[in-house]
């Protein structure tokens, strides 16, 4: 990408469901920023996808998604085909658009985030198959799932490509559908929702108990025992 000046957020979309093309690149912009400075889009990671309507806007791969530009943005139909091209030259795709379109056909998602935060990557470690945990107040702010529920979160194993990803996150998603996020060992995670607000909010909960997770193993308390030995 060529220099530019980082842009700056102006929350004008802040709390709206729906969107003009023009807000939703723009609310595309504000929340990779937003997620750069939460550690969960650095080193060019990560990535953020908003459907509106049967229009997905995605963020571009490999690129500061700090200093991204609406721009910057690619616009997919629901197919996953490229339908806008980004105005700025030399960009490529998302390498998540496999996976993201997973979310958006087989759960009806409204957004998808990709995190790369090191809370979400340290708890694919204290676990094989899925994460597991219970007796948190946070767990409620999860689609469908109480305090005292144990919730339970598949994990994937990563693979040397992003796109090589795509069949055993469909077959997590089919296979865990009260959950709300997959997990990629030594990655990180996928969430969604159903519009922009709810994904965010989704993965805010989820990184919180990832954090208590591993905060409790080096405690030496189980996550999936509700915090206790």
Request: glycine residues 8%; negative net charge.
């Amino acid at each position: 990408m060529s220099e530019k000046s980082v842009w700056k957020p102006a929350f004008v979309t802040r709390q709206r469901e729906d969107l003009t093309d023009a807000e939703a690149r723009a609310l595309i912009c504000e929340l990779c920023h937003h997620f750069y400075h939460q550690g969960w889009a650095s080193g060019t990671g990560g990535g953020v996808s908003v459907r509106n309507g049967e229009r997905i806007f995605m963020a571009p791969s490999g690129v500061q998604k700090e200093r991204m530009l609406p721009e910057d943005i690619f616009v997919l139909n629901r197919e996953g085909e490229v339908i806008e091209p980004p105005q700025t030259p030399g960009l490529k795709v998302s390498a998540c658009r496999p996976l993201f379109l997973h979310a958006y056909t087989l759960r009806n998602a409204g957004a998808v985030i990709h995190s790369h935060g090191i809370y979400a990557m340290l708890a694919t470690l204290l676990y094989e198959k899925n994460f597991v945990i219970t007796n948190q107040e946070m767990l409620k702010g999860i689609e469908g799932v109480g305090a005292f529920d144990h919730h339970e979160v598949p994990i994937i194993a990563n693979t040397a490509y992003e796109e090589e990803l795509t069949n055993s996150l469909e077959e997590a998603i089919r296979a865990y559908p009260k959950a709300q996020a997959v997990l990629v060992k030594g990655h990180g995670v996928y969430i969604w929702g159903r519009d922009w607000m709810h994904a965010k909010a989704q993965a805010e909960c989820y990184h919180y108990l990832f954090e208590v997770a591993v905060k409790l193993h080096q405690m030496g308390l189980s996550p999936a025992h509700g915090g206790l030995a």
